[in-house]
Nanobody, 127 residues
Framework: VQLQASGGGLVETGGSLRLSCAAV????????VAWLRQAPGKEFEGISC????????YYGDFVKGRFTIFSDIAKDTVDLIMSNLKPEDTAVYYC?????????????????????WGQGTQVTVSS
């Protein structure tokens, strides 16, 4: 399964972006899907995960209501809607999918077994 992340860009502090994750060769509906990010020189940070089978959503504590994960069934994408962006949100944002639990996906890296990753999309928030 190949994932494609899109929607990143440059935005001012307080602005909004909508990231989208799509699968090539399969359907995201078969998997739990998470968004993670990696800032320069830092480790991966789990942002949010959606488990459509359990109708559950998970968010990292730092999100504090600013981000929303959304499964668009018609488009077969999992979107991350981000608002009130801050400079510290600047990072490469990745989507990851797998049959592993969301708690595992949110702490995953590219080396985590049974997970699939997109190429990442850059989000830059200017101060």
């Amino acid at each position: 399964v190949q994932l494609q992340a899109s929607g990143g860009g440059l935005v001012e502090t307080g602005g909004s972006l909508r990231l989208s994750c799509a699968a090539v060769g399969s359907s995201l509906g078969y998997y739990k899907v998470a968004w993670l990010r990696q800032a320069p020189g830092k480790e991966f940070e789990g942002i949010s995960c959606i488990d459509s089978f359990a109708n559950s959503h998970y968010y990292g504590d730092f999100v504090k209501g600013r981000f929303t994960i959304f499964s668009d069934i018609a488009k077969d994408t999992v979107d991350l809607i981000m608002s009130n962006l801050k400079p510290e949100d600047t990072a490469v944002y990745y989507c990851a999918a797998g049959s592993v639990p969301c708690v595992t996906l949110l702490s995953a890296t590219h080396q985590t077994d049974n997970t699939y990753w997109g190429q990442g999309t850059q989000v830059t928030v200017s101060s």
